[in-house]
């Protein structure tokens, strides 16, 4: 079956630190991904996507994710994290699976960034 | 735009009980979706509308109903509820389906005692 995996599911950094949150996911097929965000006491929003074309994509607010195929893997970067960048970042999976088109949701990593 | 709305934001039932959350979308949107988001396992789907008049199941549709009552509205029906529905419960629309960036509402955080 189709899963999407962030093995940190708590990570705790000081302002300026570099941050890399992992995914990784198992689906053979193409796939679309997705890193969403929730800000405390806010919707949940899109941070950055890929579909196709460099591997290497770029989000809002300095985020950035690279896609490396070989290794089923679409993890999130920032070189300085700010306290702003606290929140819950989601990784998502789109693809087909038993036939029909799905979006699949990992887990969750809460981040906590400390002045 | 208020975007995607949810009522109620809190609600407490009692086991058994009944209720429904609205969401309603003014994106013109034409796919809807129902989440829910429990502790450690990320949004799971309960239902969603690819378009106006239809409904598919998701992950987890057991023990709700939904009502896409017209392009705007997509309606999440609780019709006897169960502890195990203690979540987090939120909707969300996009243009198309699932590859399509997806907003979504505040939320409605259901407790079942």
């Known amino acids: 079956a189709q899963s999407v995996s962030q093995h940190n599911h708590h990570v705790i950094l000081s302002e300026a630190a570099s941050l890399e949150l992992g995914c990784n996911y198992s689906?053979?097929?193409?796939?679309?991904l997705f890193w969403y965000v929730q800000y405390p006491g806010q919707h949940l929003q899109l941070l950055l996507k890929?579909?196709?074309?460099?591997?290497l994509v770029k989000g809002i607010k300095g985020f950035e994710a690279e896609f490396i195929k070989s290794k089923f893997s679409f993890n999130l970067r920032k070189p300085s994290v700010q306290w702003s960048d606290t929140a819950e970042y989601f990784c998502?999976?789109?693809?087909?699976?038993?036939?029909?088109?799905?979006?699949?949701f990992g887990a969750g990593t809460r981040l906590a960034v400390h002045p | 735009n208020a975007g995607v709305t949810q009522t109620p934001k809190f609600q407490v039932l009692k086991t058994g009980q009944s209720m429904t959350l609205q969401c309603a979308q003014d994106m013109n949107h034409n796919s809807m979706y129902w989440y829910r988001q429990d502790p450690g396992m990320g949004l799971r789907l309960i239902y969603y509308s690819a378009s106006e008049g239809t409904t598919d199941k998701g992950e987890v549709p057991n023990g709700y109903n939904v009502s896409r009552l017209n392009k705007r509205e997509f309606s999440l029906r609780l019709e006897s509820a169960a502890p195990s529905q203690t979540s987090v419960y939120f909707c969300?629309?996009?243009?198309?389906?699932?590859?399509?960036?997806?907003?979504f509402g505040p939320g409605t955080r259901l407790t079942v005692t």
């Open positions: 890929y579909f196709s074309g460099d591997p």
């Open positions: 689906y053979g097929g193409t796939v679309n």
């Open positions: 969300a629309s996009s243009d198309g389906q699932f590859y399509y960036e997806q907003y």
């Open positions: 998502a999976v789109n693809g087909f699976s038993g036939g029909y088109n799905k979006l699949i």
